[in-house]
């Protein structure tokens, strides 16, 4: 079965390395991913991205100095069709350190998971085997789809 057709139904919050898949078009992933961005552009899916993410995307574009490629990944997730950052509030911050408090995630990853779970995602879309399983959030390994 294909990533898209095992999401369900709701938006769909996306790890930050799906977008750098997509914008460095990763091999292994690139043709996984693809149809979840297709469908978003055209409306039939919403994809959830954390602000964190913005900021996780350009610290290796800024590093290098390449301006382009930073501007390039902020256009992505603000400008994109079918996706939705979410800006990090207060509630999204207790939400996370009462998910630290029961699990041992980590904070960029409580924070990821507070806005999904804020954003009443159905899953989070994501390549790190080390996330906790969170009642009410469908955690999607990628990995399991790859080509």
Known sequence: MALIDDLGAGPVCLDTALVIYLIEENQLF???IAPLFEAADAGELELVVSALTLLEVLVV????GNIALAERYEAVLTRSRGMRMIDLTREHMRLA???RAASSVATPDALQLATCLASRCSAFVTNDR?????????????????V
């Open 30 to 32: 690139s043709a996984v």
């Open 61 to 64: 574009p800024y590093r290098a």
């Open 97 to 99: 350190a009462q998910l």
């Open 130 to 146: 080390r996330l906790p399983s969170i009642p009410g959030l469908r955690i999607i390994q990628l990995r399991d789809y790859s």
